[in-house]
């Protein structure tokens, strides 16, 4: 690696709620720089979520992120010709990213409505254990779960 990493940017919270995590939130959601197109699709599955739940949504996506976050997965290592899925621990960022990345996913893999509504179902789902989100993390975990043997290769 050459010269020195980039910083981490500070990021402030978003312009409904301000809250840090739903401002990160938006942020992966947004394609080619469009956030206001990003922040509309957000906020309009929160007020379906508001509607449907009869609960404020910040606290049902943050239980929908605390469910679909992994612990644990399974990274590749090379260690005499052969490569081993390796399980470790996943660092607290890491943990929010992946779990906005497969609720996004899952929302884009379903069919038919827009984007407002398919997102507000997947946070919805996931909040209640349920979904193609919860589906990807139990099979990482099942994943790391079978690769348990390799575990002395982490370091």
């Known amino acids: 690696m050459r010269g020195k990493p980039a910083p981490k940017r500070k990021i402030e919270g978003d312009l409904k709620y301000n809250d840090k995590s739903i401002a990160k939130f938006i942020n992966y959601l947004m394609i080619e720089g469009k956030k206001t197109v990003s922040q509309k699709i957000v906020y309009g599955a929160f007020d379906i979520i508001k509607d449907k ?8 996506f943050n239980k929908a992120i605390k469910k679909v976050s992994p612990l644990v997965e399974v990274r590749g290592k090379r260690v ?5 899925q390796v399980p470790v621990q996943v660092r607290g960022e890491r ?3 992946l779990g906005c990345h497969w609720m996004i996913n899952a929302a884009h893999d379903r069919r038919g409505r827009s984007m407002e509504e398919k997102l507000a179902a997947e946070i919805l ?14 099979a990482v975990h099942k994943m790391a ?4 043997a390799f575990a002395h290769f982490s370091r």
């Open 53 to 60: 739940a009869k609960q404020d949504p910040r606290h049902v």
């Open 80 to 84: 005499g010709g052969a490569n081993y």
């Open 95 to 97: 943990r929010f990213y």
């Open 125 to 138: 789902d996931a909040s209640n254990g349920e979904g193609a989100a919860i589906k990807k993390r139990e």
């Open 145 to 148: 779960e079978a690769n348990k």
